[in-house]
């Protein structure tokens, strides 16, 4: 059966002719009819792909070979020599359909009846789909904003792309642009993949890498959490105040022991404050490398725990998130060390400011509130221990927050181009991704930065050094007490002269050493400041970032236990175990990142179980440790405070005793000797 084409009228006779090599008819049956409108008849060009027509008058096209199609230069295919073998890439033990053979699987193309590119050969964040690429979780790209045409041109191409019949426009045959180079995210939770710019990031983020906060949502953790339950916030910001001024509480009563039992006094607080130093400093700097080391999918159960763990780690710029209230006061990378520093400065002013009004113009005012050179003396060496006390607790987090923005581009800023071999790229700082190292404020504020850099950072450590080295050559300090037991009577009653306010206040850094390591202290601070700042900007989204950290976990590891600075057993094994669960918990990062990086996701999901029980039998076995030694103290000490009957004797048996010391008395003294 011919099918035809009308081409003429005669009088009311319609004249047809066969539809003609390559060419079809588009109806089922031809009537004739003596009115011109009721007839319309016509033939259809066989489109390109797999299709061709070599008969006249034919219904339907002819099917190419399985492998070959028809370019749209030669369509339509009049002979079966038309349909040429298929391009690179594509199946060509399929029917070619609307194209030239479908892409073959994790494929991609630029053009309908062009060849498919593999997505791992372009880029290992690619994901192909549909014959078509986009970004898969995890990753992230940037269409230019002035290039917005280009982004909508290739998401209807895409989108066109998938129909399986000739109805797509001719101008979504290809597309001529290059797609936006992949970058892989810092939290691959924070990017969920796609192909516009607006569907990439999870909710909350927003900017370079998906690494930025959108207003109503603060920075925590490495993450951005929603400012919906504002109560919690003020919360946050209440007991920042309160703890502030409880501290401030708490200096008063001390100076007044202080002054009244120096000895007895000062080994009750260096004794807390050396066990706070190791606690503190694992939770600093487990919180700050897991930060770092954020493209590791670490375990949800130490990611959980170490984001309730950092409210105890000094971090003042975090505790406080006042973009809740205010957008304006939201700080970036480049205010928060200034703001950190500030904030130190403003709470050391203060302790400070109350020694002068307490001890200087209070007892000019008031004549009966006078005190002596001695007490005068002791006052000083209070509100110096507690200003170094606070210095050191916040170094390490300021000093990261310092060596963030300093302005050396290849070590603090990451290249983020749009395009592959794009030169006119953009810099962003590592540290926050809103912030373009190309600016000239960042300039002029990082060389400021620089300057800070020079008197915080490098100046404090040395100051720290210079002043315990005079302190290890004094006399004074070389008769200081070595045993680890405190006599009630001669402890209680001592109260030696100082000749040295500056030097003696530095005595809960070298206090739990023994003789030969007094500097042991600024080797942690060597230890805190490679593991919180040398990763984060010289292994940055490696990993080689966690190879490092952990290989600097297990050196000081074995310098601790080789030479065992620390004099009290119960603080060296403290230590000990908090430098065993950051070398552990490093290289089960390290073994987490190659599983993911060489095996398939199934294992994976196996692994990561495996992996999650193991961190926290670790970590809940040192919490338990703890806990066990703490009530085993705690229950000691009140055995041994029952046996005083002086109440402040009492507090200092049981706080001796809590902090892993033994009490003697004048008698038991003498029985021994």
């Known amino acids: 059966r011919l099918y035809y084409t009308k081409v003429r009228y005669v009088s009311d006779t319609c004249i047809c002719t066969p539809c003609r090599v390559g060419t079809v008819s588009n109806l089922t049956d031809v009537s004739f ?8 008849t016509s033939c259809e060009l066989c489109p390109a792909g797999g299709w061709f027509q070599d008969e006249a008058g034919r219904r339907d096209c002819k099917r190419c070979v399985s492998g070959t199609y028809v370019d749209p230069a030669r369509a339509p295919g009049t002979i079966p020599q038309d349909c040429t073998v298929c391009p690179t890439g594509t199946n060509t033990s399929l029917h070619a359909g609307h194209r030239a053979c479908p892409c073959l699987k994790g494929h991609y193309r630029m053009n309908r009846f062009g060849p498919c590119y593999a997505c791992n050969a372009t880029s290992p964040g690619m994901l192909c789909q549909g014959e078509s690429a986009s970004v898969r979780k995890g990753f992230w790209w940037s269409w230019p904003e002035t290039e917005a045409l280009k982004e909508n041109n290739y998401v209807q191409y895409t989108r066109y792309l998938t129909f399986e019949n000739n ?97 007895a006094t000062t080994r009750v607080l260096d004794r807390i404050a050396a ?48 973009s809740c209230f205010c957008e304006s006061l939201r700080m970036s990378a480049i205010t928060k060390p200034i703001f950190s520093v500030g904030l ?82 953009q810099w962003k700082l590592k540290a926050d991704h809103a912030v373009q190292c190309d600016y000239n404020s960042h300039r002029m504020v990082s060389w400021i930065i620089c300057w800070s850099l020079l008197i915080y950072v490098i100046v404090l450590p040395v100051l720290a050094a210079w002043a315990l080295f005079k302190r290890h050559r004094s006399k004074d300090y070389r008769s200081r007490p070595q045993g680890d037991s405190l006599n009630l009577e001669e402890d209680m009653s001592a109260v030696r002269e100082a000749k040295d306010d500056l030097h003696d206040s530095l005595q809960f850094l070298d206090e ?119 009530l085993c103290a705690i229950w000691l000490g009140a055995k041994t405070a029952k046996k005083v009957s ?28």
């Open 344 to 425: 130190q400065s403003v709470l050391i002013v203060s302790i400070l400011s109350y020694y002068q009004i307490r001890h200087r113009i209070i007892p000019k005012l008031f004549p009966n509130f006078s005190v002596n050179d001695k007490q005068l003396s002791l006052a000083r060496r209070s509100c110096f221990r507690n200003s170094w006390w606070l210095l050191f607790l916040c170094y390490p987090t300021t000093s990261a927050y310092v060596i963030a923005t300093l302005p050396y581009r290849a070590m603090t800023c990451i290249e983020l181009c749009q395009y592959e071999g794009e030169k006119d790229c």
């Open 646 to 673: 002086k109440p402040f004797k009492c507090i200092v048996c049981f706080a001796v005793c809590v902090t892993g010391g033994t009490v003697t008395s004048a008698e038991e003294d003498q029985e021994g000797h």
């Open 167 to 263: 109805s797509y426009p001719k101008w979504s045959v290809v597309y001529n642009e290059s797609l936006p180079k992949v970058y892989k995210c810092p939290l691959e939770s924070s990017c969920k993949g796609g192909i516009s710019s607006e569907e990439l990031c999870a909710a909350g983020y927003s900017g370079a890498l998906c690494a930025v906060c959108e207003p109503g949502y603060y920075s925590w953790f490495n993450t951005c959490q929603s400012c919906s339950q504002k109560w919690r916030i003020a919360f946050q910001l209440a007991l920042t105040v309160l703890i502030f001024f409880l501290l401030l509480f708490a200096f008063y009563s001390l100076d007044r022991l202080y002054s009244q039992h120096q000895r």
């Open 512 to 630: 739990n050493y023994r003789f030969t390591f007094w500097y042991w202290e600024l080797t942690e601070v060597a230890r805190k400041l490679l593991l919180t700042c040398g990763i984060q900007y010289f292994g940055n989204n490696s990993l080689s970032g966690v190879a490092i950290a952990a290989i600097i976990a297990n050196v000081f590891l074995m310098l601790h236990a080789q030479f065992k600075p620390i004099k009290r057993t119960s603080e060296h094994w403290l230590q000990l175990i908090s430098l065993l669960i950051i070398s552990s918990n490093l290289m089960m990062g390290t073994l987490i990142a190659l599983q993911k990086a060489s095996s398939s996701e199934e294992s994976q999901t196996t692994d990561k179980v495996v992996f999650s029980v193991i961190v926290l039998l670790l970590n809940a076995g040192f919490l338990l440790y703890l806990a066990v030694k703490m």
């Open 275 to 322: 066990k706070a130093k190791i606690i503190v400093g694992l939770v600093q700097v487990m919180s700050d490398v897991i930060s770092a080391l954020s493209y590791i999918p670490w375990p949800d159960v130490l990611l959980q725990v170490g984001s309730k763990l950092k409210i105890f780690g000094m971090n003042l710029v975090e505790f406080t998130n006042l």
């Open 33 to 40: 009819a003596p009115s011109y409108s009721r007839i319309a």
